[in-house]
């Protein structure tokens, strides 16, 4: 089994969760925990990220996929899978990496197969320089 965790500032987890469950037609259970929102009182709970391990058989694996590389959701999640076997944290995740690994057999997922697919180009985000293609307009001089 795997257990998919979104963890981000604000709405940015609900947001991701809500898009992924449309592209995907609901394929996958999606955990989406929003931290430092202005509507909540307190932050990221240790205790309710523990939780999310709770029902996992050792050799269940667990994926956080968190906004900011060094942001404080990713610094929290890390002590709790420091020492875990098959538990991974992408950071900045976007929804093309989110959804390759969505996506994936779950005997494929692992650490090899999860840095190939982070380091692939084509999920990386792109500037589109519309510029570039304008055609000069002869009325414009």
Partial sequence: MIKYVIASHSGFAQGMRATLNFLTNNLKQITAI??????????????DLQELFTNLEPDDKIIFMTDINTGSVSQKIVPLILNRKNSFLITGVNIPVALSILLMDEKSVTQESLNTLVTDQEAAPKLV????LLIDDPDDE
């Fill in 129 to 132: 320089n519309l510029n570039d």
């Fill in 34 to 47: 929003t931290a430092y929102d202005d509507s909540q009182a307190t932050d990221l709970n240790i205790d």
